[in-house]
């Protein structure tokens, strides 16, 4: 079956601006986490939705927000961009039990000028 | 709270060799632990799961790490690194009561040396 697919791979934004990325998870998985990926921090937890409700929350601010549909997929929304936010965003689908395997998707690269 | 810390951010073995990658983690509650790769450019994948079911667990690639609770670590091992295991390789925990957040951490990029 088709595996967790990103869209768009890479953007580039400039400061101030927002920003929004898309995750499509594997068919029947109801969960959908998305992580933050950069050479200072390693890998944060941003947020997990399951069945259009947010289910986990990181610590990250407000500007960071996300949202599922009701056929799974999930955008993730940055908004007043800052050159911090520059990094891979991961997103990961799964059944949604407890500690099942996550599949990842390959990434969206955001770079902030 | 949760954490995983892993020694060595960089571990370099010629082909051939043991390949040992360490981690080791704190949780309040028995944890489910994680090893995923990750290739240059590319998302993470899923090497090997711990969930109590058995303490040593074999993974993909040849991959198997032992679960020792008294020692609280989650070693990656392979008995023979081939160049193609080149790659970052990350720890990650869970506490099976959060849904699916994981904990990760720094990651280890392993070199190999042909």
């Known amino acids: 079956k088709a595996g967790v697919t990103q869209t768009p791979r890479y953007l580039i934004k400039t400061r101030g601006q927002q920003v929004t990325l898309s995750c499509s998870p594997i068919s029947g998985h109801r969960s959908v986490s998305w992580y933050q990926q950069t050479p200072g921090q390693g890998l944060q937890f941003l947020f997990e939705?399951?069945?259009?409700?947010?289910?986990n929350k990181g610590n990250f601010p407000g500007r960071f927000s996300g949202r599922q549909f009701s056929n799974s997929r999930s955008e993730m929304n940055v908004s007043t961009l800052e050159l911090g936010d520059s990094a891979l965003y991961l997103c990961a689908s799964s059944d949604g039990t407890a500690n099942t395997e996550a599949f990842f998707g390959q990434g969206t690269r955001l770079t902030v000028v | 709270a949760q954490s995983v810390t892993q020694l060595g951010s960089h571990v370099s073995v010629s082909e051939g060799a043991l390949v040992l990658l360490r981690c080791n983690y704190s949780?309040?509650?028995?944890?489910?632990l994680f090893w995923y790769v990750q290739y240059p450019n590319q998302g993470l994948q899923l090497l090997l799961k711990y969930t109590s079911a058995a303490t040593l667990v074999k993974g993909i690639n040849g991959f198997e790490a032992e679960f020792k609770k008294s020692e609280t670590s989650f070693h990656l091992t392979k008995p023979s690194a081939h160049m193609s295991d080149a790659a970052e390789y990350f720890c990650?925990?869970?506490?099976?009561?959060?849904?699916?957040?994981?904990?990760f951490g720094a990651g280890t990029i392993l070199r190999v040396k042909s």
């Open positions: 949780s309040s509650v028995p944890p489910y």
């Open positions: 939705y399951f069945s259009e409700t947010q289910r």
């Open positions: 990650a925990v869970s506490d099976g009561r959060t849904g699916n957040k994981l904990v």
